[in-house]
C-alpha cells in the first residue's frame, strides 16, 4: 500500500490506469465510511460555525443600535453622499470577513487531509 507521499507524487495518468486497475478490490464497506467521514467532518464544523455565526449577529445588532438618529439632512445630495459612504463602509467590512474566510479555509484545507 502506498503512503500519502508517493500518492501525492503521481500524476493523473497514473492514477487513471489505477483506478481502471480491475484486479485491485474495493471493499464493499468503503462507500458507508467514506460517507460517514464526510458527515463527521461536516457536523464537526457545523456548530462551532453556527454558534460564531450567532454571536457575530448578536454583537452588531448590540453595537450598532442607536436609540435616536445623530442627525437629519435637509439637502437630499448630502443624504446621498452619507448613505454612500455607508454602504462603502458595509462593502468593505463584508469583503474583509470574506478574505478572512477564505484564508481560515485555506488554513483547515491544508491541515486537513485523508488519513
Known amino acids: 500500500m502506498k503512503n500519502i507521499d508517493e500518492i501525492s507524487r503521481l500524476t493523473a495518468d497514473d492514477l487513471e490506469r489505477i483506478s481502471l486497475d480491475e484486479s485491485i478490490t474495493v471493499p464493499e464497506e468503503l462507500s458507508r465510511k467514506v460517507q460517514q467521514a464526510v458527515r463527521s467532518r461536516t457536523l464537526r464544523w457545523a456548530v462551532p460555525t453556527g454558534v460564531a455565526a450567532a454571536i457575530a449577529v448578536l454583537l452588531a445588532v448590540g453595537l450598532t443600535r442607536n436609540p435616536e438618529p445623530k442627525d437629519t439632512f435637509d439637502d437630499p445630495y448630502l443624504a446621498y453622499a452619507e448613505v454612500e459612504k455607508v454602504f462603502s463602509k458595509i462593502s468593505d467590512t463584508v469583503t474583509y470577513g470574506a ?10 484545507e491544508k491541515y486537513s487531509y485523508w488519513k
Open 99 to 108: 478574505d478572512k474566510i477564505s484564508e481560515s479555509e485555506a488554513t483547515i
